[in-house]
């Protein structure tokens, strides 16, 4: 299960939701099962059809902003 969905809005804000996996990498070479999985919504294959659909231009700025404001503010 991801950090993401029981971290507060602070630990989002500041990442501190990676710092237990940090802390381990720091220790050792961490592997496949040691890594937090994605929600859905996070992962490649949803993210960038996302940013397809609002993609109206080659202003990648933009088109990052009307695919995550709402993630975002």
Same mark, same amino acid.
């Given at each position: 299960? /991801?950090?993401?969905?029981?971290?507060s809005?602070? /630990?989002?804000?500041?990442?501190?939701?990676?710092?237990?996996?940090?802390?381990?990498?720091?220790?050792?070479?961490?592997?496949?099962?040691?890594?937090?999985?994605?929600?859905?919504?996070?992962?490649?294959?949803?993210?960038?059809?996302?940013?397809?659909?609002h993609?109206?231009?080659?202003?990648? /700025?933009?088109?990052?902003?009307?695919?995550?404001?709402?993630?975002l503010?």
């Open positions: 299960m /991801s950090g993401e969905n029981w971290a809005l602070y /630990s989002k804000f500041m990442f501190s939701w990676v710092n237990v996996m940090m802390k381990e990498g720091y220790k050792r070479t961490l592997d496949d099962k040691d890594l937090l999985e994605l929600p859905p919504n996070n992962r490649a294959k949803y993210t960038l059809s996302d940013y397809n659909k993609k109206t231009s080659t202003n990648v /700025s933009a088109t990052i902003l009307k695919t995550f404001r709402w993630p503010f």
